[in-house]
């Protein structure tokens, strides 16, 4: 039972426009949830988190929207660069120090 | 945030051999996990490993195939032992950044078994 989803394996956008990346989640116990961005050959590396208090947060060009009663959030990349091309994997976790659950990622092509 | 540095990066073992991988952390941490990424798949947690005590493991790992050291607070290791094709993957270790309240990843091994 995948408690993380992310049902897009693939998206494609133009340089400029706004990448869009979702991820649904199952466990309502989820408080804590992260974005990584990963290139092949390196480990993730950590773009931007939400608790469970807000219902966004931004960090320059990245926005995450979090959706409570939907278990629903969303990763927004404006403008989007060549350089954001990607997997990208949404996370969870509960609160404290434990280990995050990871959707099977989607991977963002920016054309130029 | 914590540093990490994973080794060997790459490796191509033959079946039936075993291979570890160390995570040397450049500062204390309580917890370090283990995760796999199979081809095409998500990151998936391989166990948790504390220090002075036996690892935990996920449903569908075991110690025999995956031992794990835990010396001190700045290391462990992961063996894949006995491996078979099967075992070809990514293996990271992970460590809670606490300054940005993520998750320090190690650059990761990419394991070929033939």
């Known amino acids: 039972d995948q408690q993380v989803k992310q049902n897009s394996p693939s998206l494609s956008v133009q340089e400029g426009r706004i990448s869009i990346l979702n991820c649904d989640y199952t466990?309502?116990?989820?408080?804590?949830f992260l974005w990584y961005k990963k290139y092949p050959a390196e480990g993730p590396t950590f773009l931007i988190s939400?608790?469970?208090?807000?219902d966004k947060n931004e960090d320059g060009r990245f926005t995450v929207f979090l959706n409570k009663s939907a278990k629903h959030l969303s990763l927004h990349i404006v403008p989007s660069q060549p350089g954001d091309s990607a997997v990208y994997f949404c996370?969870?976790?509960?609160?404290?120090?434990?280990?995050?659950?990871f959707g099977k990622g989607t991977r963002l092509s920016v054309i130029a | 945030s914590a540093v990490i540095s994973q080794k060997p990066s790459r490796d191509i073992c033959q079946r039936g051999t075993s291979l570890t991988i160390q995570c040397q952390v450049d500062?204390?941490?309580?917890?370090m996990f283990w995760y796999r990424q199979q081809p095409g798949q998500s990151l998936t947690l391989i166990a948790t490993a504390n220090q002075g005590s036996e690892a935990t493991y996920e449903s569908g790992f075991v110690i025999d195939k995956f031992p794990i050291s835990r010396p001190n607070l700045t290391f462990s290791t992961l063996t894949v032992s006995n491996m078979s094709p099967e075992d070809s993957s990514i293996y990271l270790c992970?460590?809670?950044?606490?300054?940005?309240?993520?998750?320090?990843f190690g650059s990761g091994t990419r394991l070929t078994v033939v």
């Open positions: 992970s460590v809670e950044a606490r300054e940005r309240y993520g998750y320090t």
């Open positions: 939400i608790s469970s208090i807000k």
């Open positions: 500062s204390q941490v309580t917890m």
């Open positions: 466990n309502s116990m989820f408080d804590y």
């Open positions: 996370a969870a976790s509960v609160a404290g120090n434990t280990p995050l659950v």
